[in-house]
């Protein structure tokens, strides 16, 4: 069982930056691919960023590519996504996820954490 917990969301202007974070639980968790989706309002949630499980590879959606950057700490347990020249579109509520299968399908959630992009 892992339990993943967000934290680093809030309010910004257009053109601003964020670091979110993902703690996880337990032990395993360098076995895990990760990834971040998120969700707006009236939307489906959609995927952001995913990072391999050494943290070597990483994917992004063609809407952040080139503006936020996925990486992981193993030692803390702890994935990241760094957000850069954040636009209105950009808020929705982030929610980090945990992979045993490469990002096939994703076992675990956290919470979700509120990202307001204002314009």
């Known amino acids: 069982q892992v339990q993943l917990v967000e934290a680093g969301g809030g309010l910004v202007q257009t053109g601003g930056s964020l670091r979110l974070s993902c703690a996880a639980s337990?032990?395993?968790?360098?076995?895990?691919?990760m990834a971040w989706f998120r969700q707006a309002p009236g939307k489906e949630r959609e995927f952001v960023a995913r990072?391999?499980?050494?943290?070597?590879?990483?994917y992004y959606s063609d809407s952040v590519k080139g503006r936020f950057t996925i990486s992981r700490d193993n030692a803390k347990n702890t994935v990241y996504l760094q957000m850069n020249s954040l636009k209105p579109e950009d808020t929705a509520v982030y929610y980090c996820?945990?992979?045993?299968?490469?990002?096939?399908?994703?076992?675990?959630w956290g919470q979700g954490t509120q990202v307001t992009v204002s314009s």
């Open positions: 996820a945990a992979s045993a299968t490469t990002g096939r399908e994703y076992d675990y």
């Open positions: 990072v391999s499980r050494s943290g070597s590879i990483t």
């Open positions: 337990g032990r395993t968790f360098s076995t895990y691919t």
